[in-house]
């Protein structure tokens, strides 16, 4: 299969930067996603790797290394309304071609 | 555009009884998505649409599970007969491509008692 893994919880304080690890199983992967989502609504997307390196977006950025099988998000300047679910997953393709995710990391922001 | 409508935004019914869910993907969106989330098991791709075209049903978890999009414009869920264990929450999302970012609907709670 294509197990993504991503930390069940975390906890930061408002104002710090915090980054979620990913991690993906490498064969047939073609990219990354990475989706918020409040408790009770809709996953909302945040980016897409495709290739290795950082990407910045605004306080949110995204890393990826292919050859490591390994993506992380990074959160700046933590506010209170960023205490959501954070989503990893891996699009596949080939005989897969689909989006596989993670469970989601339960990311709680205290004050 | 008012994003993927999905309805009922929640749903209590007795196991045995029928539940069919809608979706309204956003125009012009050519791929739709049905996901069931469960704390268990997080997001699961049940089945996807492409061009009003079942592509890939591999995760419909059996045969009292069905999908259909009868036009470009929705796609119902159907499951008969509904036992407690599909008790969850259903979303539907659409993109413009295959490998793009997916918009999803508010989800349907479905609980089944």
């Known amino acids: 299969g294509q197990n993504i893994d991503q930390p069940t919880e975390m906890t930061a304080t408002e104002g710090a930067i915090v980054q979620i690890n990913c991690t993906y199983q490498t064969s047939g992967f073609n990219g990354l996603f990475w989706y918020q989502q409040h408790a009770g609504e809709a996953p909302t997307f945040l980016s897409y790797n495709v290739l290795d390196g950082l990407e910045e977006k605004g306080r949110f950025s995204s890393f990826l290394s292919r050859s490591k099988g390994y993506s992380y998000l990074l959160l700046k300047e933590l506010q209170m309304k960023d205490s959501a679910s954070y989503l990893c997953?891996?699009?596949?393709?080939?005989?897969?071609?689909?989006?596989?995710f993670g469970t989601g990391t339960l990311l709680a922001v205290q004050p | 555009d008012a994003g993927v409508i999905q309805s009922p935004r929640h749903e209590v019914t007795e196991m045995g009884q029928e539940v069919t869910l809608r979706c309204k993907p956003i125009?012009?969106?050519?791929?739709l998505f049905w996901y069931r989330q469960t704390m268990m098991r997080g997001l699961e791709l049940l089945i996807y649409f492409n061009n009003n075209v079942p592509i890939d049903d591999s995760g419909m978890p059996e045969d009292r599970f069905s999908a259909k999009m009868p036009n470009a414009s929705f796609s119902t869920l159907k499951i008969q007969p509904s036992e407690p264990r599909d008790s969850a929450v259903y979303f539907c999302a659409s993109s413009f491509v295959r490998e793009g970012e997916a918009f999803f609907g508010q989800g349907t709670r479905l609980t089944v008692v």
């Open positions: 125009s012009g969106h050519d791929y």
């Open positions: 997953a891996g699009y596949y393709g080939g005989a897969t071609n689909k989006l596989i």
